[in-house]
């Protein structure tokens, strides 16, 4: 049976951020706030999904574009969380079934629970089920108040709670299910008498209760994943608590972490058995790490394609590119987007590169640029090697075939070609085509003049006499 029905509240100003950014796009482990709640939708079967925007609209939507499964209401002015939900009548009201009730600003919810919670409310045949916790430090949220039985008859929002009711620690995690036949006749009648003059949500359990409507709530042992972003600070804490999760869930699968504490792996990452992460190893996007791999300290990979048996050396940066398998990167290599390391090859401190595929077995050990080039298998590319690719304003290619030898200090000047297994001589500036096997030296003519040294010195020492 699917009849449920998903809203997502997201219209607000998350004036608390102090941010030009709508809340529900700031990111937390690599993902918007968004994002974190519909993952969690997409676990469950859902009839429809309804986004209520508001607040910085189109950014969300924008953002949003990949889900086309997503109906879109706009609520403007924003007049509170029951006004929020007011909008999605026109979406909603032919509709039979259950509304489960979201909050764009709560991402760390688990799908199970929602599920646990549809259920409860189902086999209550409530008219409305609050999810609740218990929090050690409740500030902020709306409280759950109950009667002598027992059972909830309102919820009083922080602002609007006397001394008494905000020393009720259980609160509300602004996640419900609503029975749809009464809702929307009940939200059209919230009036705005509290603290900050808005249409309250909340509100709907008193009048359900005053009209002997049956309001359940279910309540969470660990408050964890009720938690809600609405500041800065909770955004750091929120961020600490998905990294654990992640940090967990890759230890259980066989990868160590040197020091757990500073690994910043974001939510998609993927990173295979017995590979280990140094201390302050960042991973981000959607970066794959294959097996028996060692990233070391302090390095970053954003969007990064590793197979098995790399090493990443120390504070090496490596983005939007792939690396083959026993390939070695670093230490403080920069491989920038769209450059192929191929298998076995090697890229050492202070290379980087851009735009470039370094074949199979290559080398680049020290100190190189290399930018807009092909470069073939078993290749050697000296210390100081500059690929001048960029003439001010176009970019032009560099083509270095299998087996080649670049001398030290070489410049490259772009659009060029070395043939294989050709020498290019140290310190040359090449500007032509080079041929297969051919060897080409570009370099001024060195001139020796022997004795010179000591000439000097018996002319200086004239030159001293005369003068006294
Ligand atoms: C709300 C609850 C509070 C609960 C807390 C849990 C109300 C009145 N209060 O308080 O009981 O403990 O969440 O995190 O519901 N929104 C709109 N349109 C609006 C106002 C808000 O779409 O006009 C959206 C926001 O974008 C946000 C959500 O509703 O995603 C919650 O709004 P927020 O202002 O953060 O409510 P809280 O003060 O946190
Ligand atoms: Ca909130």
């Known amino acids: ?13 998350g004036t608390r951020m102090k941010s030009a950014i709508p809340k529900v796009l700031h990111h937390l482990a690599g993902l918007p706030l968004i994002e974190h709640v519909l993952r969690t939708v997409d676990q469950l079967d859902v009839a429809s999904k309804v986004l209520v925007v508001g607040h910085g609209a189109d950014e969300v939507r924008t953002t949003l574009t990949g889900r086309p ?16 939900l007011l909008q999605a009548e026109p979406v909603l009201k032919d509709k039979k079934g259950t509304v489960l009730l979201l909050y764009a600003d709560v991402p760390l919810l688990q799908s199970s629970t929602l599920s646990r919670l549809v259920e409860a409310h189902r086999s209550a045949r409530a008219a409305a089920t609050v999810l ?141 058995q017995d590979t280990i992460l140094g ?37 090496s940066v490596i983005v939007d590119s792939s690396v083959g398998a026993h390939a070695a990167i670093g230490p403080m ?31 680049a050990n020290h100190l190189a640029y290399l930018g807009d080039a092909t470069i073939g298998e078993g290749a050697n590319i000296g210390a100081g090697t500059i690929t ?8 032009h290619k560099t083509v270095i075939e299998d087996g080649v030898f670049i001398g030290s200090d070489s410049q490259l000047v772009a ?16 500007t032509r085509d080079v041929p297969a096997g051919a060897l080409a030296i570009a370099r001024s003519h060195q001139t020796v003049k022997d004795g010179w040294a000591a000439k000097l010195k018996a002319d200086r020492a004239a030159n001293k006499k005369e003068k006294k």
């Open 69 to 84: 499964d997503l109906q879109y209401v706009v609520q403007s002015p924003q007049l509170g969380t029951g006004h929020a």
């Open 388 to 395: 001048c690719n960029y003439d001010g304003v176009n970019k």
């Open 415 to 430: 659009p060029v070609t070395i043939g294989r297994d050709a020498y290019v001589g140290a310190g040359s500036s090449i």
């Open 132 to 272: 609740t916790a218990e929090l050690q430090d409740p500030y902020g949220y709306g409280r759950i108040v109950r009667d002598t039985a027992g059972l909830i008859t309102r919820i009083v929002e922080h602002r609007d709670a006397s001394a008494a009711q905000q020393a009720i620690r259980e609160v509300n995690s602004g996640i419900y299910t609503f029975a749809l036949s009464s809702l929307f006749d009940h939200l059209h009648r919230l009036a705005t008498d509290n603290a900050q003059g808005e249409y309250y949500l909340t509100d709907l359990v008193a009048m359900y209760r005053q009209e002997d409507k049956r309001v359940e709530t279910l309540r969470l042992d660990s408050a964890d994943e009720l938690r809600g972003v609405n500041s800065r600070l909770d955004l750091a804490e929120l961020s600490a608590v998905l990294r654990q999760r992640k940090n967990r869930s890759l230890m259980v699968s066989g990868v160590t972490l040197e020091d757990p504490a500073t690994s910043y792996i974001e939510m998609d990452v993927a990173v295979g």
């Open 279 to 315: 201390p302050g190893v960042r991973l981000e996007g959607t970066t794959t790490i294959g097996s028996r791999c060692r990233i070391h300290a302090g390095s970053r990979l954003t969007n990064a394609t590793i197979d098995d048996d790399v090493v990443v050396l120390d504070y």
């Open 333 to 363: 290599a920069h491989i920038r987007p769209n450059s192929v390391v191929g298998p076995s090859a090697r890229v050492g401190n202070f290379v980087e590169l851009k735009k470039t595929s370094l074949g199979r077995g290559s080398k």
């Open 1 to 13: 049976m699917n009849d449920l029905h998903v809203v997502i509240l997201a219209a607000g100003k």
